[in-house]
């Protein structure tokens, strides 16, 4: 189980990371190529974007750390479930309110509630030691 543990951080983290960084330092190009989204040169919109962004950066960075430091591995946990659980049910409100959106942002549904699925269940096994 530690293994699992340590990849489900790594992939979380990881992908936080990578994606935060990516729509923090360019989210014109990285919006339209992972979501097929096209946005505005807004400066407010951007903003918010650019804001979302440094979260998921900085959620991916303490993620990471709870591989290697073993005192942050309850905390890195608890911040995937938090993350990838609240973009999961936001946009699950979305398809609610809103309607359905496109085929790219239906698989980032689909992989947000199973990172939540897996860190959850690591933090369940880790608690019942």
Request: with cysteine.
């Given at each position: 189980?530690e293994?699992?543990?340590?990849?489900?951080?790594?992939l979380?983290?990881s992908l936080?990371?990578?994606?935060?960084?990516?729509?923090?330092s360019?989210p014109?190009?990285?919006?339209?190529?992972?979501?097929g989204?096209?946005?505005e040169?807004?400066a407010?919109?951007?903003?918010?974007?650019?804001?979302?962004?440094?979260?998921?950066?900085?959620?991916?960075?303490?993620i990471?750390?709870?591989t290697?430091?073993?005192?942050?591995?309850f905390?890195?946990?608890?911040?995937a479930?938090l993350?990838?659980?609240?973009f999961?049910?936001?946009r699950?409100?979305?398809?609610r309110?809103?309607?359905?959106?496109?085929k790219?942002?239906?698989q980032?549904?689909?992989?947000e509630?199973i990172?939540?699925?897996?860190?959850?269940?690591?933090?369940i096994?880790?608690?019942?030691?």
């Amino acid at each position: 189980m530690e293994i699992f543990k340590i990849i489900t951080l790594a992939l979380s983290g990881s992908l936080l990371l990578f994606v935060g960084l990516m729509r923090l330092s360019n989210p014109i190009k990285t919006y339209l190529k992972n979501s097929g989204i096209k946005l505005e040169k807004d400066a407010s919109l951007l903003n918010e974007m650019r804001g979302v962004s440094g979260v998921m950066l900085l959620g991916g960075i303490i993620i990471l750390l709870g591989t290697m430091v073993s005192e942050l591995t309850f905390t890195s946990f608890v911040v995937a479930i938090l993350i990838f659980l609240g973009f999961g049910i936001g946009r699950a409100l979305s398809i609610r309110f809103d309607g359905k959106p496109n085929k790219l942002i239906i698989q980032g549904l689909i992989s947000e509630f199973i990172l939540a699925s897996l860190n959850l269940i690591c933090l369940i096994s880790l608690i019942a030691l």
